[in-house]
């Protein structure tokens, strides 16, 4: 019977009811039970990794450590075990992910290790859950926080230990609004105040945090092979797709890719489809006149989306519906070029009919991908291909996936970035690394037009360290971070002349500043993005040992945004 406040305290004025507080805590999943987890027993390698970091808490003193293993070598078993470490000696935990479609997972190990120990923040969540995890923090019931990077922000009053997962991922940077900070370094300084131990961990790590490891700034710790009697890494096949086109194949998949799919579901196996762009076509232009549909704000192509019936600008989200005619000529005979993740699915469906498909992106609701929907649908073996883009390449573990096909290697190559090839081996290794996870072994195939590649090349083989040893020697010739710092410097305005004029004159000043000084400068030139939401956009970069000296005191108007390290400079 619904009752008003008023009926209820009537009630009680007649001593007919009583009326009590009690604390209703918002459910998270971070509040779900989960049945206990059954603590494995720990390879040499993991013991032996183990060690530093356990010896580390003992001390109480800041401490830092790279935890370089491959995909499935069991870095999340050595998180739990530091964690279980620290809270024994009294301490408190912070353990990081890049993604909220990865804290669900995270969380669910946490938990089920710990359980009514653990937190979740983050932005996923509705403000009243969010409350409700800051207050369990706050009040000392959670001395484990889990979430993206402003879990760092959490009301812990004795952390112990950080946990970064993961941690070459650049959503560990918040760079779209200030404070512009890198969710690492903010770790490292909390840490080095606390006197906890750091742990980053990847089996793809940043090349400036692996280039601090084998200088001795960061303690590195490996493990080199796969747990779980699984078959080890899988073997990756590297397809060009330019013998493809000779031969008559016009599809997205290559010969070697459509039969190995075949095999995999013909054995009630599961297959992953990684490709690093959205919708279903990138571009759509008139075949009569050429035109491209663009969009108003931003001098970016417009990406066809079928499932919406619509054209979307990745960068404001501006959509219109797809015309039937183009607007310059008139003509109706309009073409759609370039693949992403909805066009899979759809070759999917098309190649075989039988299959169920779910696509994993950022168009997919938060909600689902920061809950555990997707995962269990997956998990309970409800579907049988996976399409996605780097959000499943991230740190998930799926048992029964056996085949991970990656349609476009080059996606990101052409980047004008000086991080593009770290980029593109990431997600090409993570990627692969999904493969033969279980005691099923797993196989990868490779589609590109660079088969000869280094980025490429030493993806197929596992081989972090060729592709360190490359990329390291690009960056000291190139003299790129981490041999110097840089800043980056952004003028937006919606005016053109006087957006280039003012990087121009910023440019000029910091050259008269920076005389005799080792900074080098680069630009000023357009964006790689010339226009966004409407504003024009230039930009230049400062590299240096110290680049922040020559713009200390820099008076600058408004419309300006500078980063430091920046994770992007396109």
């Known amino acids: 019977v619904a009752a008003t406040p008023a009926l209820l305290r009537g009630l009680q004025s007649r001593g007919l009811v009583e009326l009590r507080e009690r604390r209703v805590w918002r459910e998270t999943l971070s509040a779900r039970p989960g049945g206990q987890s059954v603590v494995p027993v720990l390879t040499d390698a993991q013991a032996i990794a183990l060690e530093p970091i356990t010896k580390a808490l003992n001390s109480g003193a800041f401490s830092e450590h790279l935890l370089f293993g491959v995909t499935g070598s069991g870095k999340t078993e050595l998180y739990l075990r530091a964690t279980g470490h620290a809270l024994a000696m009294g301490r408190q935990v912070i353990c990081l992910v890049p993604e909220i479609a990865l804290a669900a997972q995270t969380v669910e190990r946490f938990v089920s290790r710990f359980p009514g120990r653990v937190a979740l923040l983050h932005s996923g969540l509705t403000v009243g859950q969010q409350l409700d995890e800051w207050e369990r923090i706050h009040q000392g019931q959670a001395d484990i926080v889990v979430g993206p990077r402003s879990a760092l922000f959490a009301p812990l009053e004795r952390p112990g230990l950080i946990i970064l997962d993961e941690e070459h991922e650049w959503t560990y940077k918040q760079d779209d609004v200030a404070p512009r900070y890198h969710a690492r370094d903010v770790a490292r300084e909390l840490a080095r105040v606390a006197g906890a131990a750091l742990v980053l961990g990847s089996a793809t790590p940043d090349v400036g945090t692996f280039h601090r490891a084998v200088s001795g700034a960061t303690q590195l710790l490996e493990l080199p092979d796969r747990i779980g009697g699984g078959a080890g890494l899988p073997p990756v096949q590297v397809v060009d797709m330019r013998d493809e086109l000779r031969s008559g194949n016009l599809s997205i998949f290559s010969h070697a890719l459509e039969s190995s799919m075949t095999e995999t579901l013909s054995r009630r196996e599961q297959v992953l489809l990684f490709l690093n762009r959205r919708g279903t076509a990138t571009l759509v232009q008139c075949r009569h006149c050429g035109h491209v549909f663009s969009c108003p704000r931003c001098s970016v192509a417009l990406a066809h989306h079928a499932v919406r019936a619509s ?28 693949v992403g993740t909805q066009r899979v699915v759809e070759q999917v469906q098309q190649s075989f009919p039988g299959a169920r498909v779910v696509r994993w992106d950022s168009d997919v609701p938060v909600s689902a991908r920061g809950g555990s929907e997707l995962q269990d649908v997956v998990h309970g073996g409800h579907v049988d291909v996976i399409v996605g883009t780097q959000m499943v390449a991230k740190g998930h573990d799926f048992p029964n996936v056996t085949l991970v096909g990656v349609i476009s290697a080059d996606v990101g190559l052409s980047v ?155």
């Open 311 to 338: 054209l979307l600008c990745h960068r404001c989200g501006y959509s219109m519906r797809v015309p039937e005619r183009c607007p310059q000529c008139r003509a109706a005979q309009l073409r759609f070029l370039g």
């Open 416 to 570: 004008p970035d000086y991080r593009s090839s770290e980029r593109v081996f990431q997600h090409m290794s993570q990627a692969s690394g999904r493969a033969g996870r279980g005691v099923k072994p797993g196989r990868v195939v490779v589609q590109t037009y660079e088969p000869d590649n280094y980025v490429v090349q030493s993806a197929a083989l596992h081989d972090y360290r060729a592709f360190y040893e490359q990329e390291i020697r690009y960056r000291r010739e190139s003299y790129y971070p981490p041999f110097c710092s840089m800043v980056r410097l952004v003028f937006s305005h919606t005016n053109e002349d006087h957006c280039r004029r003012e990087a121009e004159r910023v440019h000029e000043l910091l050259a008269r500043r920076s005389e005799s000084t080792d900074i080098r400068m680069t630009g000023p030139s357009p964006a790689f993005v010339r226009r966004l939401r409407g504003r024009y956009r230039w930009h230049l970069t400062v590299r240096g040992s110290q680049p922040t000296d020559v713009l200390a005191e820099l008076a600058l108007p408004r419309g300006w945004v500078v980063d430091v390290d920046p994770a992007s400079v396109a």
